[in-house]
Structures are given as structure tokens and as C-alpha cells.
């Protein structure tokens, strides 16, 4: 397979001169010999030259010269050229001439060591960092083809432990780095059948209230002391009559895979979205539950007109019934006193969100956005942990005070050309936990939402508009059985 070489470094003419060494007495043409130029800013050692034979590994040393460094090492045959010790590199010997290339760099404040990637035709990857120097730490984003993924990351002989947002960081040695990276194409997945539409199931259910207001002067701090879950219609109906919470109660961090970590169902390069939609409903059809999926047959139900804070309860919510829970304000500065009706459990901002990509030219652009659906944004709430501008975010809602942070959830609701709301089979709710620069969508199902797409993700700083490397999309998704 043809190699891809991919090479940071700054461009300097260097004068050069021939050097060879012949490994054994033979003629040239029938064995090995081994060659390489005198450089004026660095030097070439051969380590076993008197032992080389064809097949063998030559051990090369390559010292560049005060305030230079090796920006790329070649072998004339292409045998694959590996990182054996720091400015040690070893190459297998084949019959004939071996040539050896050195590139050496002028070091600069930004540049003092050299990066020789090496891949296949089916991905690439791009530096998040700037500054490529002995021991600081460098970090990048692989992004394969559409239907590939990433098989094997080495980077200086050490093998790379694959993660599901591409990101990985290292710290260089002096000299010449090697990152070795392989792409594959993707696995289908044959666990769960692909289908085109989503499944609307509605049963009809007796909202009849039987009993008497069970949280009825109720000491919160008591109630949340011993908390569970809302187990029915009407166990929500009086927690919302009493500002009181029905859903997941812990506190949320700003990366997703924190709160819900799984293994989520792809097929090929798209991941798939539960197509069932399971709701009960009153005999006037107005919403009373729905039914939230699960990978682990532990599927469970959030109330309509409740009140919720999770992020997977908060995306289902919305991707359900279209709308946020009773504990969201439309208004962005709310009174102490609403603000303490429900604890810390109150949130704010629901507003339309525009999208635009002309004024934000950092910010993906969400499906449809543009010119088929409405959107509108709300603010979701983390307990601080997201370290931006040199200190980490205060919590949302602290019990006296509401400090909006970064996190928002944004959702269509209707469509530009008739209002009508969406239908299920159109539904997006996406999740930013850094101000929009970065989105994962929402799969209908618990713990359920793609990687991350957009400006960071492919390794641009927060809010640079970058027109070279501009956002990526959001995921592909097909509908499955799930």
C-alpha cells in the first residue's frame, strides 16, 4: 500500500556531499550498500554497518548541529524508516543501494523538533498545537475518510489506546517524531436492523389523580435527602405542583461521556438512532409519558410537565415533546424568588437560535438550520468543571444565584415554511458544551449521542474563524431498531 507522508517543518537550503559504505566486499548490484551525504548541519553514523546483510535492520544515528534539527529521515529504497531511541532510527536493508536522506531545519522559537507522519490514503490528521518543542506536549485530532476509522496509532514505537473523539496528545522527543496511524474501513453493524422511519407508538392511559397531595409543605432538603425518581403520572404531577424534581438529581458534567458512557451502535461510518418513540398518552391524546430507550433493556419514562435537569433526561424531553421542562424560564435573569422555588434546579434562556454562520463563521452549521427548520436554544446546567479563559466555571445554580456558563442545548421545533411542528422523523436536538463551537446530537436512546463536530474538533481555538480548516458537519445517523 502507498504511504501518505505528511511533515511540519520550516524550509532550509543546506549543501550536501556524498558519503557510501559498502556492507561486505560483494559487488553492489547483488548486495547491500549503504549511502548517505555529509551534511553541514548535522551528521549520519551507521551503528552495524560490517554486519549488514540483505534483510537485516541498519541502526542509523542522526545528530543535527547546534540550533538545527531533523526535520525528515528517507530511505531511497522506501522501506519503512522507524524510531528505534532518541536519535536512533533503523530501516531493513535490501539489495542494492539503501540511500539515506537527512533533512535538517533551522530551529525557531515555534519549531526545534521534526514530525514524520505516516498513513495510508484514507484519513489525515490536523495539530491542534502550535509550538512543536522537546517535551511540550503535542495534541491532534485524526479525522478519517466518511466510512472509515481509525485501526492503529503509534507514536514513537508506543501504541495509542483509540477513543471515540480522535484527540491525542503526546509529549515529543528531541529530534525526529514518528506518528503512525492506520485507517480501516468501518464494521457494520448487524445487531440492529436500519429502518427508514421512526416508530410512534401511542397507548392511552387513565390520568385520573386518586390521592392527596403527598409532597404538600414538604421540606425540600429533606426530600432530596431521600430522593428517587418519579415513578408515575401522577407521583410527577404533584413533585411539579411543588417545585420539586422528577428526574436524575446528580450533578452534570460539561462532557457528555462523563454522565453516560456506552458503546454506541454504528453502522459503517454512521451511528444509529433509535427509532422508537413510545408514548402514553390521556383520551384527549395529550402527552402524559415517554418511553426513554435504553442499550441495556433497562428503558425508563419521563412525565410531561415535569421537571428535569440531566442531560439525557433534558434531551429526551425535548426530542419528545418538543419543548422544555416546567423548571426552564424563557427569560434570562429571573427573580430570587422563582429562582428559589425550585433549589437549584431552576434554568433559564429559551430563545430561538439563529445559527448563523455568516456572523459566527466558527459554528457548525446544524442540519437544516440554514433553510428548513426553527431552532430554539436553552441553557443547561454543569457543576462547574469546564476550565476556559484560565479558571473553571462556577456551578449553574448555586441555590442564591444562577452564573450561565457555556453548555446549551439546542432543538427544531417547527418548520420556516408552515410552523407545523416537527415530525418524528425530522427531530434534532443537539448538546454544546463550549459555547457553540463544538456539537454532539442526540440519539433517542439513554447515554446516546454522537462524537463531537465542529470548530475545536478539528483543531481550531475557541471562536477562530478558520477558512483553511473551517467546521466539520454533524454526523451521519440512520434510523435502527434500538
Known sequence: MRKRLIFVSIILSLSAFSCSKKAGNADNFLHPTISFESYSSGKITILNENSLKINDICKI??????????????????????????????????????????????????????????????????????????????KFIALPDDDYEIDNLTINNEVFKLNDENIYAFTPKRNLNFIEISF??????????????????????????????????????????????????????????????????????????????????????????????????????????????????????????????????????????????????????????????????????????????EKYPYEPLLTGIDTKYNYYECDFGTKGDYYVNNRYEDIYNNGEKITRGAARLVFNYSYKNSKDVISANERHVFYTYNHYNDFEEYLNYEGGFTSRFGNESVGNSADEANKSNPPSNPKKILKALI
Not at 530511505?75 to 539489495?95: C, P, R
Request: hydrophobic letters at 35%; aromatic letters at 14%.
Open 61 to 138: 544515528e542522526v545528530i543535527p548541529n547546534q540550533g538545527y534539527y531533523l526535520s525528515d529521515l528517507l530511505i531511497s529504497t522506501n522501506e519503512k524508516i522507524s524510531f528505534a531511541d532518541e536519535n536512533i532510527y533503523s530501516f531493513k536493508v535490501v539489495e542494492g543501494e539503501n540511500k539515506i536522506n537527512a533533512t535538517f531545519k533551522k530551529a525557531n522559537s515555534n519549531i526545534s523538533i521534526g514530525l514524520k507522519v505516516i498513513s495510508n490514503n484514507h484519513g489525515n490528521i490536523n495539530f491542534i498545537s502550535s509550538i512543536f518543542k522537546e517535551n511540550v506536549p503535542i
Open 184 to 357: 480501516k474501513e468501518c464494521d457494520i453493524n448487524s445487531n440492529y436492523r436500519v429502518v427508514d422511519e421512526m416508530i410512534v407508538e401511542k397507548t392511552v392511559v387513565d390520568t385520573t389523580i386518586s390521592s392527596s397531595d403527598p409532597y404538600l409543605n414538604v421540606n425540600h432538603d429533606e426530600f432530596y435527602a431521600n430522593y428517587s425518581c418519579a415513578n408515575s403520572y401522577e407521583d410527577a404531577y404533584f413533585r411539579t405542583k411543588n417545585y420539586l424534581l422528577s428526574g436524575d438529581i446528580s450533578l452534570q458534567s460539561h462532557i457528555s461521556s462523563e454522565n453516560y458512557a456506552v458503546n454506541k451502535p454504528k453502522s459503517g461510518s454512521s451511528y444509529l438512532m433509535s427509532a422508537y418513540m413510545r408514548y402514553e398518552v390521556d383520551k384527549d391524546m395529550n402527552y402524559v409519558s415517554y418511553t426513554v430507550n435504553s442499550l441495556n433493556n433497562k428503558p425508563y419514562k419521563i412525565y410531561y410537565n415535569a421537571a428535569y435537569q440531566s442531560l439525557n433526561d433534558v434531551s429526551a424531553y425535548l426530542f419528545a415533546f418538543l419543548e422544555t421542562p416546567v423548571n426552564w424560564y424563557f427569560e434570562k435573569n429571573i427573580s430570587k424568588e422563582e429562582l428559589k422555588k425550585w433549589d437549584t434546579f431552576a434554568r433559564v434562556n429559551v430563545s430561538t437560535f439563529s445559527g448563523d454562520t
